[in-house]
């Protein structure tokens, strides 16, 4: 499966964005789906992630309650609401992909990245 990401930009402490993650090449709906970032510095850390039938997410506590994960198996995307986005959300963010009804911890399948900057 290819996987491209899409809706970064730059944005205000507080506001929001959308990133989305298309997939193409293989039967979206069989692939569990999540996101990761990377600071500057730091080493990618885990983001969310939703089971192949969407009817599961999960979130780091770092991003619990202010992200939402979805998925449009229709239209083989993969999205990441943020909202009340703090500075120290700035990172690379991926898209990541496993041939499996759950994400695991070191997903096969990657995108390229979208870069989300939060100012102050």
């Known amino acids: 499966v290819q996987l491209q990401a899409s809706g970064g930009g730059l944005v205000q402490a507080g506001g929001s964005l959308r990133l989305s993650c298309a997939a193409s090449?293989?039967?979206?709906?069989?692939?569990?789906m999540g996101w990761f970032r990377q600071a500057p510095g730091k080493e990618r850390e885990f983001v969310a992630a939703?089971?192949?039938?969407?009817?599961?997410?999960y979130y780091a506590d770092s991003v619990k309650g202010r992200f939402t994960i979805s998925r449009d198996n229709a239209k083989n995307t993969v999205y990441l609401q943020l909202n009340s986005l703090k500075p120290e959300d700035t990172a690379v963010y991926y898209c990541?992909?496993?041939?499996?009804?759950?994400?695991?911890?070191?997903?096969?399948?990657w995108g390229q990245g979208t870069q989300v900057t939060v100012s102050s």
């Open positions: 090449g293989s039967t979206f709906s069989r692939y569990a």
């Open positions: 939703i089971s192949r039938s969407g009817s599961t997410t």
């Open positions: 990541a992909a496993d041939w499996s009804s759950y994400l695991t911890t070191n997903p096969a399948y």
